[in-house]
């Protein structure tokens, strides 16, 4: 175990508190959050109807004031939280931060919704949440790079709660000190390990929900006088001790230029329904089926891919070949570029457990393999390539060199837009519960009223 770097002379905590009270977006931040609150909601809908939905849902037992989207039904703060939550991360379709790798809006847009809902606040509130939360999510990831992973968490989960903590507190409009000691308890709600990549189980969706609800559960706490350590996170027993032990936390990535330069500005919006660090790969599979191969033509395909990518999206590499079903899919990088050069697409019909099992695609899957390159940017970057051997004795070569829908290429407005709404269609909507949605977020977005009634459907 690494030695960790002297602690600051000021708790981490109060310094996050102080920044959660005052901080003033930028509008490139402030824009981005709009596109959150958009996406985050379309993803929700998306998933109204699955399994793993009806049953986060069936599990509430409180009824209250605030919206499970895509449900009729009024659940308390904590249960919509969590149902919305799961439903925005369960498709693995949802915002990304390339440093991390975290995904900040499926956690930090349930709990501000459900704060604003709970306490009757404004659409400025949430706004205000989303931003705070969302780029403390993103700092934190940057602390000890890879390192959560490495330790068998899973960063979106840990991160989430103190990041979600914030978020309630900027809406809610907590003082410092009483956000630092929300701070102090969510480090002892954090939770959420890896495990689910053995066989493709829903714990991962969950995280997300549960960190939202987590982060409502520590501010409310707070608020009642309950009592959290200042030094959770710096501290000798701290989330970075505990969480991510293999390396040095460098806490200037968390504090500086904290409140005046925003991070999430460069935050990545998915084109894709898989992991991220797939991404790229998915392009490189597009383009070898643009270049007019075909699948009989296909020898071998072998990928040069970073290091710390390897045991989450390639090994054991015979079950990678043979997902057991469509999200474990999602974390197999030869099954995602394989149904992707099939399909000429990686949304989310093509990750169903039907799709999954395709003999077609799980025989291109098995002609996948990987090789690392010491010199890929993982993390920093998130690249893609591929070479292919084929009948004929040639061999092709793709590259894609950052993500697609990150910060070295976003996505344009037109193709959020239509992102947007075909989520919605697969959640069943029609075309005036759509326009009305879409008004209703963009009221919110605006500073207005929280009014997500067009967001509730019978079942």
Request: aromatic letters at 6%.
């Amino acid at each position: 175990m690494n030695q960790h770097s002297m602690p600051p002379a000021t708790p981490l905590a109060m310094e996050i508190g102080a920044f959660a009270t005052g901080a003033q977006p930028t509008p490139a931040a402030t824009g981005v959050c709009r596109n959150l609150l958009v996406d985050i909601a379309g993803l929700i809908l998306a998933a109204r109807d699955t399994d793993y939905v009806r049953a986060t849902l069936a599990s509430a037992v409180d009824e209250g004031r605030c919206t499970a989207l895509g449900h009729a039904r009024r659940l308390g703060m904590y249960d919509a939280a969590l149902v919305n939550g799961t439903a925005a991360h369960g498709e693995d379709f949802d915002d990304t931060f390339e440093g991390g790798p975290v995904h900040p809006g499926a956690v930090v847009v349930p709990a501000a919704l459900a704060a604003a809902e709970q306490h009757g606040l404004t659409g400025a509130a949430v706004m205000r949440g989303i931003a705070v939360g969302a780029e403390l999510m993103c700092r934190l990831s940057l602390v000890a790079p890879q390192a959560t992973h490495k330790a068998g968490f899973h960063p979106t989960a840990i991160f989430g709660a103190p990041a979600a903590t914030v978020a309630v507190a900027a809406v809610l409009g907590l003082d410092a000190p009483t956000t630092a000691r929300a701070l102090g308890i969510a480090g002892s709600l954090a939770s959420g390990i890896i495990e689910y990549l053995a066989d493709g189980s829903s714990t991962k969706r969950l995280h997300a929900g549960a960190a939202a609800q987590a982060g409502l559960r520590a501010v409310h706490l707070a608020r009642a006088g309950f009592a959290g350590p200042l030094t959770v996170f710096e501290g000798a027993h701290g989330m970075f001790r505990a969480f991510a032990p293999s390396k040095t936390p460098d806490f200037a990535r968390l504090t500086e230029g904290l409140g005046t330069r925003w991070v999430i500005e460069g935050l990545a919006f998915k084109p894709y329904a898989c992991g991220t660090m797939t991404q790229p790969f998915v392009d490189c599979a597009l383009k070898l089926a643009a270049a007019g191969v075909k699948a009989d033509d296909i020898v071998s395909i072998r990928c040069k891919v970073g290091e710390g990518t390897v045991h989450r999206l390639w090994e054991p590499l015979a079950s990678k070949h043979h997902p057991p079903n469509g999200y474990a899919g999602k974390f197999s990088t030869p099954y995602c570029m394989a149904v992707a050069f099939i399909d000429g697409a990686a949304g989310l019909g093509q990750f169903t457990d039907v799709r999954s099992q395709d003999p077609a695609v799980r025989a291109l899957a098995a002609r996948i393999s990987y090789e690392i390159d010491p010199l890929d940017e993982y993390p920093r970057n998130f690249s893609g390539h591929l070479e292919a051997m084929l009948k004929d004795g040639r061999t092709l070569n793709f590259r894609q060199p950052h993500m697609r829908g990150g910060a070295h290429e976003p996505l344009p407005e037109a193709e959020l837009a239509a992102k947007f709404e075909a989520n919605l269609r697969f959640g069943g909507m029609e075309d005036d519960d759509i326009v009305a949605l879409r008004q209703a977020l963009a009221t919110l977005a605006a500073g207005g009223a929280v009014d997500l009634a067009p967001a509730r459907r019978d079942a």
